[in-house]
């Protein structure tokens, strides 16, 4: 049926969204979407809450991480589905993030420090409830500081890429992400590749084995997807879609708004099922 509409992008309060995972299906289903995938920064930390809830709906929930990479110093994001959620290779990425974030965030405080504005360790961790935390949350407690007026303001003058604040932490590589992802037997799939500024990190990207490109992205015109999905369809790669929600943190990006229809997400879901002998 031609209504099937499966969001392949959000993030839950396991790392910067605001709805638990039970929230986000119930969304996904007022949505009217068939399926979802939960692609969380850097944790797959919301799967077991995630697909207990999914299984109580008889919901079609994927399973997906979005994890942060680096080329030659530039930020590349990196989705993963279908993965084998017991997987000690992914485990294993996903802890060396955890430890990561813990040392890039001191970085970050410490530059916040040099320019005046005081944060602990404990007050961001405070904004984030169960899992990854990073720049959104440093974000917020600066905001409930009163120290910027928005979200948008702490990145702009603080947290943003070249900005004061700005650490990029430890850098993990493509490749190696892009091999953990397969060693633990999923897809590897370029995530918002617009947002990758420089030429040579976008061509150089399009020669790594990924396996899929995330060409459905919330804001994108019709010509800009047409651009990426001629670029995956060349390398017989899956073009993937969805909106990047993340809840009241991002209150522009609407869960559903990106999508792919039935044959993509049939094929992730029964790869899914390949990899986990327990569903
Ligand atoms: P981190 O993983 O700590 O580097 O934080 C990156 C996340 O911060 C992104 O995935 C977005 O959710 C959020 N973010 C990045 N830039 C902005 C921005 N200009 N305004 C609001 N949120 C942003
Ligand atoms: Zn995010
Ligand atoms: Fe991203
Ligand atoms: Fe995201």
New binding site residues.
Partial sequence: MSDFRADLHC?SLFS?GTDSPAELIERAIESNLSGLSITD??TIACYEEAFNYAKSKNFALLNGVEF?ASYRNE?V?ILGYAFDLKSEAIASLCLRHKER?VERNCRILENLKKMGIEISLEEIQSQSSRG?C???HI?LALLKKGIVSS??EA??RLL?EGKPGYDPGQPISVDETIAIIKQGRGKAVLAHPHLIKRSTTVRAMLQMPFDGIECYYARFTAGQEKKWIDLATQRKWIVTGGS?Y?GA??PYSVLGSSWVGRETFELLYSHFKDSNSQF
């Fill in positions: 993030h910067d920064h850097d942060s930020p994001h974030r990854s990073g720049r959104p974000a979200i948008q990145f702009e943003g990047d993340h943190n991002k």
